[in-house]
C-alpha cells in the first residue's frame, strides 16, 4: 500500500485580461472577437483579417506571462484551412509587430469548429501572435486561449492524499494514475488543472498482529 500526494493547480484564461489587435479587419471580424469568451463560429464571432502577406494577430497581455498553453478555436462555417500554418509566438518584443518573438507552436490543422490546445511549457512573455506567413493570406479565429501564470493572478493548489496498491514507485505508473485523473476531472468539468506529484510515493507495510495461541 502507498501513500500519496500530488497537487492540483487550476490555472486561468489570461486572454480575457488583455487586448487584441490584427494587421487587418474583415468586416465585423474583430480582433477582439476571439477574446470574448463566446464559442460562436459564425460571422460576428470569430476575427479575421483581409486577404494579405503574413497576416497577424496579436494579444497584449499587458504584463509579462509565463504560457503554460494556447487554445485555439477554428471557424465552423467553411474554409478550416485557412488556419493551416499559423505561428503561435510569444514575447515581449514588438519588433516586426511582435512577429520575431519564438515559436511556442505552428497549427498543422485544425478541423471545423474544434479547438485545439498547444503546450508552450512556461514560455514567458506579454504578448501571444498568431501569424501566417506566406502572401494572400487569410487569419481567422474563433476564440484564443491563454492558459498561464502572472503577476495578476494567484495560484491555486489542492493537495490531496490517497492510498493505491499500485507500485507507484514505478514512473510510468504514476504517470497513467494522473491521466486517470485528468480524465475523470475533465469529464466534470475541471479541464484548466495541472497535476503532479508533490513528493514522490511511499510505500507503506501495514504490520498484521499475529494471533494469540489459544490454550486447548
Known sequence: MHRNFFLMHFLENVAVLGAAIQSSTSGVWIA???IDRGLQQLYTGCSSTLRQTNPW?????????SVNRVVITNRNDCCAEQINGTEIRIGNSLE????NNPICAVIPAIPAGESYSYSCGGMEGRYVNLIIPGDMKLL????????GEGPCLKKTFVKIQFKS???????TMRENVLKQLGSALAARGLTDVILHWSQTPNRVIKKVNAANPKCH
Open 165 to 171: 496498491s499500485n507500485d507507484l514507485t514505478n514512473p
Open 32 to 34: 477582439e472577437n476571439a
Open 96 to 99: 516586426n509587430n511582435g512577429n
Open 140 to 147: 481567422t479565429m474563433c476564440e484564443v486561449k491563454v492558459y
Open 57 to 65: 494577430w496579436r494579444l497584449d497581455l499587458y504584463d509579462i506571462y
